[in-house]
């Protein structure tokens, strides 16, 4: 920590670090910050192991806030410095040395604004996300300085004639990719193409090339959407896993949207959270900083566009397309006459938050369908087959796969109708007992996710898609309403003394299991 601290100093222009304070640590890196004697404060990133690749998670980090910053023009901190080769430096780990972020989290003041102020940061959000798609690089992976791939892994070269004159010196190239989703729940131990891609069909089919090689390589199956393995429920299958990723390999080149702007390469921010945005505490309308760039990519905008994280609720989502008034209040609960005054007023006042939150959920997607319309149609199209499609296989490992047969079948009678084809016959062939089998085992998959949708409303004040992480503050309490859950649940689903052993071994929420690198 002595020399980190000394770094940090010197690279500010200083000759030591009066103040070293932890902030508060993240799954993928721990930061620091630095205050000099000359009372210049800078912050220090140090990524765990878990957070990628070695050396190229770094480095893409790095070349990608440089672009930003300097190419882009986006509010991001300045670099300082920087090593990606933990076993070369004087730390013995990689780091970031970077400017402090100017003005105040997002997160410390959203809950007081009103939805005006809310409305003009997300079309804020907008106007950056529409600089995002002015860039199309060409090729699909991460970003990096040339000299840092050169005998490393393939990179191609990024056409710089659009570029404006505020540029960096440095000159850029598209490598291997940064994206957790090539690396997340032991991916980064399997081999498989990384990139570049210098074609959509070639990123699509690495997709599914990726997922089935994790799929065959695992010794148990990661998490899921479901309770799944019961006695007489849905039993999760590698077999029909690897059949489904086969089948997709085999259409994906035809997956692609016809619309170039909406596989255009483009660069995203894939994080937009409330600690990632720093506004003006004097006025909270004006975005001040973004930051926390580490696995940034270059991938097709439609793998990228989603609504805003920190615009996401628990709750019903709304529906896009332009019919939908997300301001029309839910249904009462059935029993709200029966409650008392309190908890009729508790009740309305969470159904008028949602509706708030929806309406400027909503609004974004208006929004952008006014000022950023390629990103509107990037949503538009992960509504569709295809778009769906591509989306899951992603995630096959995940006991998905009557899902993604069901889509696969879809495709095959679809399949005049799909635009990038080119004529080719389709290479599916679906058989009657193949789609009634499937359509049992799909009913059996839906109803081992409302299984865990229950258990999750049992649990209580926990987001739906709660993977496990808890504050060290609510570890005991939220342990303790675990165990009374899971106690209700086995009583509940087991018969005999063997269906509890079965339900047992099917709880999702386990202490012994360790979160994987």
Not at 122 to 137: A, D, G, L, P
Not at 229 to 252: F, H, M, N, R
Not at 426 to 450: D, F, G, M, V
């Amino acid at each position: 920590m002595d020399e980190l601290a000394h770094l940090a100093a010197v690279a500010v222009g200083s000759s030591s670090c009066s103040n070293v304070e932890k902030l508060a640590e993240g799954q993928y890196n721990k930061v620091f910050l630095m205050t000099t004697e000359a009372g210049k404060e800078v912050i220090v990133k140090v990524p765990h192991p878990n957070a990628g690749r070695p050396h190229f998670t770094t480095a893409s980090e790095v070349a990608t806030m440089d672009y930003a910053r300097n190419v882009l023009g986006l509010p991001i901190p300045k670099i300082h410095a920087w090593n990606s080769q933990a076993s070369t430096n004087s730390v013995g780990a990689k780091y970031i040395i970077m400017e402090k972020a100017p003005g105040k989290e997002l997160a410390h003041v959203w809950p007081t604004l009103d939805g005006n102020a809310k409305l003009s940061i997300v079309r804020s959000i907008i106007q950056f996300e529409k600089i995002f798609t002015t860039s199309n690089f060409g090729a699909m992976g991460g970003l990096y300085y040339a000299d840092q791939v050169e005998g490393e892994a393939a990179s191609i070269a990024i056409d710089r004639r659009d570029q404006n004159s505020q540029t960096s010196e440095r000159e850029f190239v598209i490598g291997p990719t940064t994206d957790r989703r090539f690396f997340d729940d032991g991916r980064s131990k399997i081999q498989c193409d990384h990139g570049p891609w210098s074609c959509i069909e070639d990123y699509l089919v690495a997709i599914g090339a990726r997922e089935l090689t994790f799929v065959k390589s695992l010794k148990a199956f990661p998490k899921s959407p479901g309770i799944f393995g019961g006695p007489g429920w849905y039993k999760p299958s590698t077999k029909e896993k690897l059949a489904c990723l086969q089948d997709y390999i085999s259409v994906a080149q035809y997956l692609a949207p016809e619309d170039p702007s909406v596989s255009a390469a483009v660069l995203w921010h894939d994080d937009l959270h409330l600690g990632n945005i720093f506004v003006n505490p004097e006025d909270p309308t004006t975005i001040t900083c973004i930051i926390d760039w580490q696995s940034t990519h270059v991938s097709p905008l439609f793998r990228h566009v989603r609504h805003p994280e920190f615009l996401d609720f628990d709750g019903p989502k709304v529906p896009l397309g332009p019919d939908v008034d997300p301001r029309k209040m839910p249904d009462l609960p059935s029993n709200f006459q029966e409650l008392s005054e309190q908890e009729q007023k508790d009740v309305r006042r969470k159904l008028d938050l949602l509706v708030r939150q929806r309406a400027l959920y909503k609004l974004y997607e208006i929004y952008s369908a006014r000022e950023n319309p390629d990103v509107y149609q990037a949503l538009l199209f992960d509504e569709l087959l295809q778009g769906q499609l591509i989306d899951l296989a992603g995630v096959a490992a995940y006991h998905s796969e009557p899902v993604i047969k069901k889509l696969l079948m879809q495709l095959e009678d679809d399949w005049e109708q799909v635009p990038q084809t080119g004529g080719h016959p389709c290479p599916l062939h679906y058989t009657e007992l193949e789609r009634e089998n499937n359509a049992e085992e799909l009913t059996k998959w839906s109803e081992c996710t409302a299984l865990l949708t229950s258990v999750m409303e049992s649990l209580g004040n926990l987001p739906s898609d709660w993977d496990g992480a808890v504050s060290h503050e609510d570890f005991l309490t939220v342990k303790e309403r675990l165990q009374v859950v899971r106690e209700e649940f086995l009583n509940h689903m087991a018969k005999t003394n063997e269906e509890r052993s079965q339900w047992a071994e099917a709880w999702p929420f386990k202490d012994d299991e360790a979160i994987d690198e």
